[in-house]
């Protein structure tokens, strides 16, 4: 996409908090700079305990630090103050990812956040309309499991495969 419009890429980071036994359904997620959302919902509605949450949350940390090391090397991340800025992602389910990302990006100051994705859950594209100043929800299936079943394909993008996205990006503007 940022090819595709001539603009810059970066990758910001954000975990999932993966719900015991569930690891693909959000009690909430994290992201740079310690934004937090939870996922109450699921939360009361598995009866996960506090102390879950936090050590999920503290491995995470340890994830999205290892992460910045690994994708940042010695490229600073992208100014974002006064821009519009495009957060993409494979999908949403809870939304709960996405939603720490637009809470985490607007401590940045940009002008607008419009959040962009193939394929969501009909209650996450409602929900997140309320959060950013423009939502694309490609694909909004009336029954949603998960992220991954609209994929041939959902393996998890590697560490290399990153840092080559970030190197051939067209940085224009």
């Not at 090819?3 to 036994?21: E, I, N, T």
């Not at 419009?114 to 394929?119: E, G, I, R």
């Amino acid at each position: 996409m940022a090819q595709r419009l001539g603009v810059k890429l970066d990758v910001f980071l954000v975990r999932k908090l993966g719900a015991p036994g569930h690891a693909e359904l959000a009690m909430g997620a994290l992201a740079g700079g310690g934004t937090l959302v939870r996922n109450d919902q699921v939360i009361h509605g598995l009866g996960i305990e506090e102390e879950t949450i936090a050590q999920a949350v503290d491995a995470e940390r340890r994830e999205l630090a290892r992460r910045e090391g690994a994708y940042r090397v010695s490229r600073t991340a992208v100014d974002v103050t006064g821009r519009v800025v495009l957060l993409i992602d494979d999908g949403m389910a809870t939304g709960a990812t996405m939603r720490a990302a637009v809470d985490a990006i607007r401590r940045r100051g940009p002008a607008h956040v419009v959040v962009a994705v193939p394929v969501a859950s009909e209650q996450a594209c409602r929900q997140m309309r309320l959060v950013a100043d423009g939502v694309v929800c490609l694909n909004t299936p009336s029954t949603f499991f998960s992220v991954g079943q609209y994929y041939a394909d959902f393996s998890q993008t590697t560490d290399d495969e990153v840092r080559e996205l970030l190197r051939r990006a067209v940085i224009t503007k």
